[in-house]
């Protein structure tokens, strides 16, 4: 607070001796005060006209780059008014009128732009336009007065101001109130500070408009007044336009584009799904920071590569055509497989647009969203789907087909199933011999192979079938395989067999389907097997059992016990009923779901175990299955005495008179959902938290880019900077030639206009070396060595300020810098530490080598010392440009120091905490990878 006190009074003071110093050069020669006054506002006006006109192309509004152009030609004709001025002699036989005529008009010029201006705050602007009515209206107004002579008189030698001079005044007077009037309506376009000077500077104007109506001579109290107004109005206008534009330039020209970006790109790094661009040649232009948690490359790693190139190879041909429809000017959406870095395969869905360029498709746009875990859930839902499914047709051929036809319909479910051309699906008799009663007829008569049979004792058990049977384990081939001659060709083959209670009891065989069989062909056919193996092994048995009965009989035996053994061995619960939906059948399973003993579920009715029958429609539903013999399915939950809740799914078929209805438990089907939902909480928990970690590499990112254009903004902005300040210093040199008088006043003033102009240039050397971005000869460098002599460079200093230096240098490798460069570091630094001690302190420096986490090393360097620290606030902007909390300060030190470090590939932290000191760590890379390939 002491400080900025110190700072008003420092520059009141100022201020009040620049006034001072006018108003006595005015007493010495009040032309010579004129000359001053007016060479001010030109300047001004000029250096507005040349900060807007660089800036043009970064600037969202037209009102500043409208005003920056008025005032070149404001400055123009004021700088005609100040040749004209009575005393000059430039103009011979004009007098005071012609003046006073260029002053009107200047100010004409300068008030209605103001007003014109507030029109172009959200438009832009069309420059060559703008230059052009400004030419041609000062072109005519100066050639009414110089050629024309027909513009109206202002001032009469003796009578002093005419009417139209003072009317004149107040128009432009009420014209500067209306545009003030139009600012109050716009100030939410304008920075605070800025709508503030603008308002207070425009004030000003219309008082020094005013003070002219009262003058009746050119070097009268009301002119001198008026000219003091006026170096007070154009000193705020280049506050708010210049010094703004300069240090905080995101307040006067970027401030709508930096609000747009920052929303635009919170709102696309923020988003779950991955945004993408790219090129017509298929180049990932850019990609969001999302990329990261779908396939674990970093959006860095991706850029500038094909998406091909992280598509999975069946893929695509679906890629190639999404790109050359959206590249033919229309929007596409695609599923496909890419492979992650870890080489899992991960299913995505994008929806893109063109992207339009003078309507011509310059490359696409799109929003990528991972759906793998749906993908997985519906393919596990098919393959739930597809098995039960393939269960009950199975079980709806055991219950409904006879005997002789019972294998020849089962097989043909399953080659179905497998999408396969051939199959087998064969039985171990009780001489262990493998029978085969589902060979049908055309292939018996394809076969070739002398000697046919379906009949394979064990000792002629041959080929992959042979082996799987022996093994008991299933097997597949899907090339070299041998078959004997006059065999059907067979090129693909899976064989599984059908174990029950640790015996082979039959064979399942597919073959000769398109594409090759795999893991999940054979899970699949083994759990068909094993849902199979408990019929089959009761059929097997009851064949056994029934001997050689007559064929009527046996036939009608077999079909009761194969039901019987079906219901009671089967896996899944099974219940029979009649026509009136009483039961009838029941297997064990069943009898543990609705946890009652046979005697007590057999003869009741199904309404009396589900009592929400009939009001839930399945009542009608059964009794339409009984009508149309169309089976149903569907899942339900049902309460169980002793496990609870579980989850069937449940599927109702005729049989006979009556129904057949199997219950598949699905509970740990419905677990896993559950499970993979959870899975699926706990990865937006981790996306949530990389999203934090990239955000703050976000932060890093956007320093370093802010410093990039500002450095770029700061080096046009001094180039032009050099000519005013160049004229200004040789008008100095020329008034200090011509008025060799002795005048002590007079000198200390133009001393200190020339201490300023110097000052001035040293900011402008600044902003250059700010700028700068050459490249570097580089060289091994001893960073202890390199420390000491800057210790000793300072060491009159350090003394002079009673600062306290204590060394700890650990051995460490060379470095490769540039020795002048890392010199002005380490002096930025070690001043700055002085500087933040000024009742002396200790200040402690130590190097050492420091291991990175990905085998990389550094050079660590750590300054620490016991001065008054820093705040919170101002470190989060100490590395940016023209910020400083230093009395005169230009606030570049730490900026040149931070892009410095990063240019050679380094690190810088500061550690500060307000009265506590302050701690810099500096990390040096051993190799400079980075740093060469931009060189």
């Given at each position: 607070m002491l400080r900025f006190v110190a700072q008003g009074k420092a520059r009141f003071?100022?201020?009040?001796?620049?006034?001072?110093?006018?108003?006595?050069?005015?007493?010495?020669?009040?032309?010579?005060?004129?000359?001053?006054?007016?060479?001010?506002?030109?300047?001004?006006?000029?250096?507005?006209?040349?900060?807007?006109?660089?800036?043009?192309r970064l600037l969202s509004s037209g009102y500043f780059l409208f005003i920056g152009i008025a005032y070149l030609f404001v400055g123009g004709m004021d700088l005609l008014h100040t040749l004209s001025y009575t005393g000059m002699g430039v103009f011979p036989g004009y007098g005071t009128n012609l003046p006073t005529q260029l002053w009107i008009t200047a100010r004409y010029l300068e008030s209605l732009s103001f007003l014109i201006a507030v029109f172009f705050l959200r438009h832009k602007l069309k420059t060559i336009f703008v230059i052009l009515g400004y030419t041609l209206t000062v072109s005519?107004?100066?050639?009414?007065?110089?050629?024309?002579?027909?513009?109206?008189?202002?001032?009469?030698?003796?009578?002093?101001?005419?009417?139209?001079?003072?009317?004149?005044?107040?128009?432009?007077?009420?014209?500067?109130?209306?545009?003030?009037?139009?600012?109050?309506?716009?100030?939410?376009?304008?920075?605070?500070?800025?709508?503030?000077?603008?308002v207070s500077s425009i004030v000003l104007t219309i008082a020094s408009e005013l003070a002219f109506t009262f003058y009746v001579?050119?070097?009268?109290?009301?002119?001198?007044?008026?000219?003091?107004?006026?170096?007070?109005?154009?000193?705020?206008i280049y506050k708010a336009l210049i010094e703004v534009g300069l240090s905080q330039p995101y307040h006067l020209m970027f401030r709508d584009l930096k609000r747009s970006e920052e929303k635009y790109r919170d709102l696309v790094e923020n988003t779950s799904d991955v945004i993408y661009a790219l090129d017509t040649a298929g180049v990932l232009t850019y990609v969001s920071p999302a990329v990261e948690s779908f396939i674990g490359?970093?959006?860095?790693?991706?850029?500038?590569?094909?998406?091909?190139?992280?598509?999975?190879?069946?893929?695509?041909?679906?890629?190639?055509?999404?790109?050359?429809?959206v590249f033919s000017g229309q929007s596409a959406a695609n599923e496909y497989r890419v492979l992650s870095k870890s080489g899992e395969v991960r299913w995505m869905r994008t929806s893109s647009k063109p992207v339009f360029v003078k309507n011509r498709v310059v490359g696409l746009s799109g929003v990528l969203t991972d759906i793998t875990e749906r993908?997985?859930?519906?393919?596990?839902?098919?393959?739930?789907?597809?098995?039960?499914?393939?269960?009950?047709?199975?079980?709806?051929?055991?219950?409904?087909?006879?005997?002789?036809?019972?294998?020849?319909?089962?097989?043909?479910?399953?080659?179905?199933?497998?999408?396969?051309?051939?199959?087998?699906?064969?039985?171990?008799?009780?001489?262990?011999?493998?029978i085969i009663p589902s060979m049908t007829r055309d292939i018996w008569d394809q076969c070739q192979v002398l000697e046919k049979t379906i009949v394979f004792p064990r000792d002629k058990w041959g080929g992959i079938w042979g082996r799987a049977l022996t093994q008991k384990r299933s097997l597949y081939a899907n090339e070299g395989l041998n078959v004997p001659q006059g065999h059907v060709p067979i090129a693909k083959v899976l064989v599984v067999p059908i174990v029950y209670d640790k015996e082979i009891i039959g064979l399942l065989e597919v073959a000769n389907r398109a594409r090759d069989y795999g893991e999940k062909d054979k899970e699949f056919l083994e759990g068909i097997a094993g849902y199979m193996a408990p019929v089959l092994s009761a059929r097997l048995q009851r064949d056994r059992q029934e001997g050689e009965r007559q064929h009527v009989e046996e036939s009608l035996r077999k079909s009761e016990e194969r039901l019987k053994h079906f219901v009671e061995s089967a896996t899944d619960s099974i219940l029979l009923l009649d026509s009136h939906l009483n039961i009838v059948e029941v297997n064990e399973i069943g009898l543990n779901e609705f946890g009652l003993s046979k005697n007590e579920i057999l003869g009741k009715n199904l309404s009396e175990?589900?009592?929400?029958?009939?009001?839930?429609?399945?009542?009608?539903?059964?009794?339409?299955?009984?009508?149309?013999?169309?089976?149903?399915?569907?899942?339900?939950?049902?309460?169980?005495?002793?496990?609870?809740?579980?989850?069937?799914?449940?599927?109702?078929?005729?049989?006979?008179?009556?129904?057949?209805?199997?219950?598949?438990?699905?509970?740990?089907?419905?677990?896993?959902?559950?499970?993979?939902?959870?899975?699926?909480?706990?990865?937006?928990?981790?996306?949530?938290?990389?999203?934090?970690?990239?955000?703050?590499?976000?932060?890093?990112?956007?320093?370093?880019?802010?410093?990039?254009?500002?450095?770029?903004?700061?080096?046009?902005?001094?180039?032009?900077?050099?000519?005013?300040?160049?004229?200004?210093?040789?008008s100095l040199y020329f008034l200090k030639s011509t008025f060799t008088i002795e005048n002590s006043a007079f000198h200390k003033h133009i001393k200190i206009m020339e201490e300023e102009v110097e000052r001035s240039s040293k900011i402008v050397e600044n902003l250059l070396e700010f700028a700068r971005r050459s490249p570097y000869d580089v060289q091994a460098i001893d960073v202890n060595e390199l420390l000491e002599k800057t210790l000793i460079l300072l060491e009159k200093e350090l003394l002079a300020n009673d600062v306290r230096v204590s060394t700890v240098f650990e051995p460490l490798p060379q470095v490769s810098l540039h020795l002048d460069e890392m010199k002005q570091v380490f002096l930025?630094?070690?001043?700055?530490?002085?500087?933040?001690?000024?009742?002396?302190?200790?200040?402690?420096?130590?190097?050492?080598?420091?291991?990175?986490?990905?085998?990389?090393?550094?050079?660590?360097i750590v300054f620490q010392d016991t001065g008054i620290g820093i705040s919170e606030e101002d470190l989060t902007n100490i590395f940016n440009p023209f910020f400083t909390t230093k009395e005169g300060g230009v606030g570049l030190g730490l900026s040149l120091v931070y892009a410095t470090v990063k240019r050679f590939g380094g690190k810088i932290h500061i550690d500060s905490h307000r009265g506590e000191g302050t701690k810099v760590t500096l990390k040096l890379p051993l190799i400079q990878g980075s740093f060469f390939s931009k060189t």
């Open positions: 003071l100022l201020g009040v001796s620049i006034v001072l110093g006018l108003y006595l050069t005015s007493l010495y020669s009040y032309l010579l005060f004129h000359s001053l006054a007016e060479i001010f506002s030109i300047v001004v006006a000029c250096s507005i006209f040349m900060v807007f006109w660089n800036s043009r005519v107004l100066l050639i009414s007065i110089f050629y024309w002579k027909i513009f109206p008189d202002c001032f009469v030698e003796g009578p002093g101001l005419t009417p139209f001079k003072k009317i004149s005044e107040y128009c432009i007077s009420l014209i500067l109130l209306v545009s003030i009037g139009l600012l109050v309506r716009k100030r939410r376009e304008f920075d605070n500070h800025i709508y503030r000077l603008l001579h050119a070097y009268g109290l009301p002119n001198l007044i008026g000219h003091f107004l006026k170096i007070v109005s154009f000193y705020l490359y970093s959006s860095f790693e991706v850029q500038g590569h094909n998406i091909k190139e992280f598509i999975h190879d069946e893929d695509v041909p679906i890629i190639t055509e999404g790109l050359r429809t993908k997985l859930a519906e393919e596990a839902l098919r393959e739930s789907e597809r098995e039960l499914a393939i269960r009950n047709r199975i079980a709806s051929v055991f219950l409904t087909i006879p005997d002789e036809e019972m294998y020849g319909n089962v097989l043909e479910v399953i080659v179905e199933a497998m999408e396969s051309t051939y199959g087998v699906f064969g039985y171990i008799d009780e001489y262990g011999s493998l175990l589900v009592p929400d029958l009939r009001e839930s429609g399945r009542y009608d539903k059964y009794m339409e299955v009984m009508k149309t013999g169309e089976p149903f399915i569907r899942d339900d939950l049902i309460h169980h005495p002793e496990f609870g809740e579980k989850h069937v799914t449940v599927k109702v078929f005729q049989v006979g008179s009556g129904l057949g209805i199997i219950a598949m438990d699905i509970t740990q089907r419905k677990l896993l959902e559950e499970k993979l939902t959870k899975m699926a909480h706990d990865l937006e928990k981790e996306v949530e938290k990389r999203t934090k970690e990239l955000l703050k590499t976000q932060h890093h990112l956007t320093q370093s880019q802010k410093l990039a254009g500002l450095g770029q903004l700061a080096a046009g902005v001094s180039h032009e900077l050099r000519n005013p300040l160049g004229i200004i210093n040789a930025n630094i070690l001043l700055n530490a002085t500087q933040a001690m000024p009742e002396g302190g200790d200040l402690k420096i130590n190097t050492h080598v420091v291991q990175g986490d990905e085998g990389d090393g550094y050079v660590s």
